[in-house]
C-alpha cells in the first residue's frame, strides 16, 4: 500500500509487512523531485516483502535510470532485498561505511562464528544456536548476495531533485546506523533510531564494547537536531519526538536498575540468567515460552546493559567453567545512585 505523507518533499510511504515477527512492518519511505528517486530500506528478502515492495513502487511509475537506494542500517528487515530490487539497475545503493564493513563480515566472513560462540558463552546451548540457524530472521531473510554500495561518512548530502539530506551516523543500534536529515523542512527519517510505540532493539555486537553507550551519545545528538517531522522505519508516530527520546532514555535507566538487582540477587550468572529476571513484553508468555529468536534478541539487549556497567566499572565479568559470569563492584544501591548521576547528565545535556 502506497501512501503520500508530505507535499515538499514529495514522500510516499510503502506499508512492506514483515510477517511472523513482532515488528509487523517496514515503512519505506520513497522521496521524489524533478524526476529523481530515492527509496529509503526494503524489508526481509521473502516474496511478501518483495511483491509489496514492487507494487508500492509502481503506482510512483519511477524512472529507474534515476533511482537510488538509501540503506539505513545492516539489519536484514532494511536490507534483505537490496540486490534483488536493483539488480541490473543503474542507481547507486547507499549505505554508511561503518554498517557496510559489519554487513561484510557477518555475510562472508567469520562475524556469525564469533557472535554464536559470545552467545553460548552467555547461556546458550550450541542446539538452540543450531535452531537459530534457520529460525531467527536476522539470518534467515538476509540478503540474496553480498552486493556493492557507495560508502557514506558522517554528514555526508544526497541529493534527490533540487533537496538535500544529511546523512547523519548514529551508532547503537547497530554500529554504523545512518538517518537522513532535511534541514529546510526539518524533516527527519529515524530509522529504528528512534521508534515511537516499541523501543529499538540495542545488542550487543562483535568488535564494539558499548552499545549502549552509543546508543545515548547518539540520542544527546539527535536531540540537538531541530524536528519538526520524524519519519520512523516501523509502526507510527503518535508523539512529540523530544519527549519520546527522554522515554527511550529513562527506559535504559529502568533496565540497567534491573540488570543490576538480578546480578545482586543471583551474582556469578551468565546474560541468560540475567535475561531471564527482567521484565519483557510477552503477552503472558513465560521466559521459557518466549520464542527462541526473541530470547536471543532479550539475551543481545541483556549483554549491552551488562557491557554499559562494566565499561564503567560498576560490574565485572569472568570467565567460570567456559562460561560469562558477572558480579557487582559495589553494592546494588550505590551502583543505582551512581547511575542516577550519569542520568542527570544525559538529561542535561
Known sequence: MLTKIYENPAVYRVDVPLPDNPLKNLNCYVVQDSGETLIIDTGFNRKECLDALL??????????????????????????????????????MYMSRVDYAVLEGLMVGEVWKVSDA??????????????????????????????????????????????????????????????????????????????????????????TADSLGNYLDSLVKTRDI????????????????????DEIVEHHLKRLKETVDAIQQFPGSHATKIAACLRWSMRGKTWEEFPL?????????????????????????????????????????????????????????
Open 118 to 207: 559470545n552467545f553460548i558463552a552467555e547461556g546458550f546451548t550450541q542446539e538452540q544456536i543450531n535452531i537459530l540457524h534457520s529460525g531467527n530472521p536476522a539470518r534467515g531473510f538476509e540478503p540474496e548476495c553480498f552486493f556493492d554500495v557507495e560508502g557514506l561518512e558522517d554528514g555526508d548530502v544526497i541529493t534527490v531533485g533540487k533537496w538535500k539530506f544529511q546523512c547523519i551516523l548514529v551508532p547503537g543500534h547497530t554500529p554504523g546506523q545512518m538517518i537522513l536529515y532535511q534541514r529546510e523542512e526539518q524533516l527527519l527519517f529515524t530509522a529504528d533510531h528512534i521508534l515511537f510505540d516499541i523501543t529499538p532493539n540495542i545488542t550487543c555486537w562483535v568488535g
Open 293 to 349: 529468536s526473541q530470547r536471543w534478541f532479550a539475551v543481545g539487549e541483556t549483554i549491552a546493559h551488562l557491557d554499559y556497567l562494566v565499561c564503567r566499572g560498576y560490574a565485572e565479568r569472568k570467565v567460570v567453567d567456559g562460561k560469562n559470569a558477572y558480579w557487582l563492584t559495589m553494592d546494588g544501591a550505590l551502583c543505582k545512585s551512581k547511575l542516577d548521576c550519569i542520568w542527570k547528565n544525559y538529561r542535561a545535556k
Open 55 to 92: 507494487e508500492g513502487l509502481a503506482e510512483l511509475d519511477a524512472d529507474w535510470e534515476k533511482t537510488n537506494l538509501f540503506l539505513t542500517h545492516l539489519h536484514a528487515d532494511h536490507t534483505g532485498l537490496a540486490p534483488t530490487l536493483m539488480k541490473d539497475k543503474p542507481g547507486k
Open 226 to 245: 531541530p524536528i519538526r517531522t520524524a519519519l520512523p522505519a516501523h509502526r507510527k508516530n503518535d508523539m512529540n519526538v523530544y519527549e519520546r527520546m
